[in-house]
């Protein structure tokens, strides 16, 4: 089946710092590509969709400028959590759509811890 | 508003049968999916229903009726391993997943 990347897999990083974490479909073509948040005991929270060249669409809530979200390629897409504090700690899970309607592969996710 | 609905938890026995059940409400229907989640794991695909029917995949199938917006997952054969939750996903009129909040599944020896 079709594999995405998510890349690290954790990450500890102090408050005010800049993380970014990587979503790589390794074998196929993402139309679009999703990002989502999930906390412990709960579902999983649609952040943004991006489709490549294109700007992301985020959920109301979600700030923009907080969490930047690249999809230069077909391939790749970056979330990029901007000025981190503890209460962004969180699951952040990415994942891929080849095309509609399809399931959504998803990538290992990313536990980010802010200290 | 969209809405799905599944049970918060449920317990069963190894080697018995569990049925989870998925009410949804949501804005157009292009399909209904089951999801496994381990506990700090990203979701698995399990299943992919669109038309109404059951689907049976080795120990899991997975029942639709678009018209009661109502499906269920049937696990067979119940193993340790499958302790996880199981969540519930429609895509709508745009093509976008709505998730339900997931099924927490004990599996007792």
């Known amino acids: 089946g079709a594999v995405v990347s998510q890349h690290p897999s954790w990450v500890i990083c102090k408050s005010g710092t800049s993380v970014k974490i990587e979503c790589r479909s390794l074998d196929f073509q993402a139309t679009t590509m999703f990002w989502y948040r999930q906390f412990p005991k709960q579902s999983l929270m649609l952040m943004a969709t991006s489709n490549e060249g294109s700007k992301a669409t985020y959920e109301q809530g979600v700030e923009k400028d907080k969490f930047l979200i690249n999809h230069a390629s077909l391939t790749l897409s970056t979330l990029t959590v901007t000025s981190a504090h503890p209460e962004d700690s969180s699951f952040y899970i990415c994942?891929?759509?080849?095309?509609?309607?399809?399931?959504?592969?998803f990538g290992q996710g990313t536990r980010l811890t802010v200290v | 508003g969209q809405n799905i609905d599944q049970p918060t938890e449920m317990t069963a026995t190894e080697g018995a049968i569990v049925q989870i059940n998925c009410t949804y409400q949501?804005?157009?229907?292009?399909?209904l999916f089951w999801y496994q989640q381990h506990a700090g794991e990203a979701p698995t695909f399990l299943s992919y229903?669109?038309l109404d029917g059951l689907e049976e995949k080795g120990r899991f199938s997975s029942f639709l009726s678009r018209s009661k917006g109502y499906s269920y997952l049937l696990l067979k054969e119940l193993q340790m391993k499958d302790s996880a939750s199981y969540l519930c996903a429609v895509m709508d009129s745009n093509y976008q997943l709505i998730w339900g909040a997931g099924t927490k599944l004990i599996i007792k020896p």
């Open positions: 949501t804005s157009g229907f292009n399909g």
């Open positions: 229903n669109v």
């Open positions: 994942s891929a759509r080849i095309d509609r309607p399809t399931e959504a592969f």
